[in-house]
């Protein structure tokens, strides 16, 4: 049995300014050279960093194998020594190379770590920065441009990955930085018309209507996609600039797209009025603008209406290439689609809690309108999520496999339905069914990166990891600010990759969505040979998955592998691909 020390520690909050630096292409240089590798970065530690850092009166928090946090009291000092440090690297005979990363704010601190989104956003910006480049906050920024000799510049608002505030970033210019121009303009390098649909806004005085005017947009997105003769730019990056004051032309320049559409949508009782206008980013004109008031049930219509007149002013007047949109109408019951809605934004979490809640929203769906095709996707997806997660009973396989067929049989031209029947046949055990079946729905996809994705892991499961590694780098690039969904996913290719490091860069934040992220979290701590890190991890995978398991009515009768990951042992066809798992679980200190 596993048993962990009790502690009671004191958490304390206080401002600091957090240093987070890492050393580029670790993982290559251990493949590569493991004892010189790490004796030369022991060496620099030793010789260069810790020096410098306590030269600058501040303290290293932890030593992560490839990596430093620290923090410093003041953050002239963090700043300072930062670009002290990559000076003198660049002189070390090593030749390695850090990225950096500087924040100021709030953090917690226990037993002498830190924690919080203030180092949360210190480690993104660390990622960010170029090899042997400093990138600091906008906080960071307002304290020392007048105070040191730096030269400085605006990288803007980028989206910071699991981070929701928008956070405006700067990196500290060199002779050798290249021109932010070169950095953050990216040509229209897409052969056909490329194209992003931001959220359109809610107008009706509800938040709770969110969900509503969120899925006027997506599904707006579903039906420009279905157009060949397009590139459409995914939900999770088009949507990523809510809230946020860009211009077109800026979100033109960091999507690489050369039209942007934007709307609101305004819902009063069963009336619905959708705006909508195209601009073209470069020059920012209009080249269409309506509006459409209906009855609610009209909605459909409306999103067709939209997506059609749009097409019909791109350059070349772009032919859609697909059958009578009308015979694609998914239901005239709107209160099934709300439904609908309503349990799709719940079932992205792909958690134990809202799983079980999505499955009865989808079930209610169905009662007002047995042939909505996409619930029975949705619904069938609820049964496999419980089965990776080991919470299904033994009818789940069973009630996957009806439920997709139904859903397939209504609409078998929607990938994402094509997508779920392969997952369906995974978890009966049908292998050579499901990789068919991934291989037929990945021929089908054109633009829509979340079932292209959903593929790839189709494929890791089915142990087809170098396929599963291609076809999600290719989602990726369509979505590039994609849901921690796919960052998910890519925790797990990372980990079939032997990428410890990126798994655990990966994993940590909102990707770390359920047990199983957890459990990749701690093998890959222990694989790399972080042990502590490991078992701190694997304390956090304990008490995750006690819990899920108890939100469903699962007696644990002791912290053993037998008892909490034996649920996992299914999703795999290749055994080895699972015992590599459960051996990084044992290496943390998981008895069998």
């Not at 018309?193 to 005017?213: C, E, H, K, R, W």
């Not at 006027?216 to 996609?225: K, M």
Request: net charge negative.
């Amino acid at each position: 049995m596993c048993t962990l020390p009790a502690r009671r520690m004191t958490v304390e909050r206080r401002l600091a300014a957090i240093l987070v630096a890492d050393v580029v292409g670790y993982s290559t240089l251990m493949e590569q050279d493991e004892s010189g590798t790490l004796a030369s970065v022991s060496r620099i530690v030793a010789e260069l960093i810790e020096p410098l850092i306590s030269g600058h009166r501040g303290r290293i928090v932890k030593l992560m194998g490839d990596g430093v946090l620290a923090e410093f009291s003041s953050v002239v000092d963090a700043v300072e020594c930062a670009t002290a440090w990559q000076e003198q690297v660049a002189d070390d005979p090593s030749g390695f190379e850090f990225r950096i990363g500087v924040n100021l704010g709030d953090i917690m601190v226990q037993g002498g770590d830190i924690f919080g989104n203030g180092v949360n956003v210190a480690a993104r910006l660390e990622s960010m920065a170029e090899s042997g480049g400093i990138c600091v906050s906008g906080t960071v920024h307002a304290e020392v441009k007048n105070k040191l000799d730096l030269a400085f510049e605006d990288l803007g608002f980028p989206t910071v990955k699991n981070i929701a505030e928008p956070v405006q970033v700067f990196r500290i210019a060199s002779e050798s930085t290249p021109k932010l121009d070169e950095v953050t303009r990216r040509p229209h390098a897409h052969e056909k018309p490329s194209i992003a649909v931001l959220a359109f806004t809610n107008m009706s005085g509800d938040p709770d209507q969110d969900y509503f005017s969120d899925g006027v947009s997506e599904d707006i997105i579903t039906g420009l996609a279905r157009f060949r003769t397009l590139v459409v730019i995914a939900r999770n990056s088009s949507f990523s600039f809510r809230g946020q004051n860009r211009s077109i032309t800026e979100i033109g320049d960091e999507l690489g797209v050369q039209y942007v559409v934007e709307g609101s949508v305004r819902r009063v009782e069963n009336r619905v009025r959708i705006s909508a206008q195209l601009v073209e980013t470069d020059t920012g004109t209009q080249l269409w603008a309506d509006r459409f008031d209906r009855e609610v049930e009209d909605v459909f219509a409306v999103q067709d209406e939209v997506a059609s007149s749009i097409v019909a002013v791109l350059p070349g007047r772009v032919q859609h290439d697909v059958a009578d949109r009308a015979a694609r109408k998914p239901t005239s019951n709107m209160k099934a689609y709300e439904l609908l809605l309503q349990g799709k934004a719940l079932r992205d979490g792909l958690n134990a809690q809202d799983t079980a809640k999505a499955r009865l929203l989808y079930e209610k769906a169905l009662e007002l309108d047995p042939s909505y095709a996409r619930v029975y996707m949705y619904l069938a997806d609820t049964y496999v999520v419980d089965s990776w997660l080991g919470l299904a009973d033994t009818d789940a396989p069973r009630n996957a496999l009806e439920i997709a067929r139904k859903g397939a049989a209504l609409d078998n031209r929607d990938v994402f339905i094509q997508d779920q029947l392969g997952y369906a046949y995974l978890c009966s055990g049908l292998w050579e069914d499901a990789d068919a079946q991934f291989e037929r729905t990945l021929s089908q996809i054109v633009n829509e990166a979340e079932s292209m994705a959903w593929c790839g892991y189709g494929f890791l499961l089915l142990g087809r990891q170098e396929k599963a590694a291609e076809v999600l780098g290719e989602a990726i690039r369509l979505d590039p600010m994609h849901p921690p969904a796919l960052d998910w996913i890519l925790g797990q290719v990372h980990f079939f990759e032997g990428r410890y490091d990126d798994v655990v860069r990966v994993l940590i934040g909102e990707a770390l969505l359920n047990s199983l992220a957890h459990a990749f979290l701690v093998a890959a701590y222990a694989l790399s040979g972080r042990q502590d890190e490991a078992q701190v991890a694997l304390h956090a995978f304990i008490q995750f998955r006690r819990t899920e398991l108890e939100s469903r009515g699962i007696a644990v009768d002791a912290n053993t592998s037998a008892d909490l990951t034996s649920g996992f042992r299914g999703m795999w066809r290749n055994t080895a691909d699972c015992e590599l798992l459960l051996e990084g679980l044992r290496l943390a200190g998981l008895p069998d």
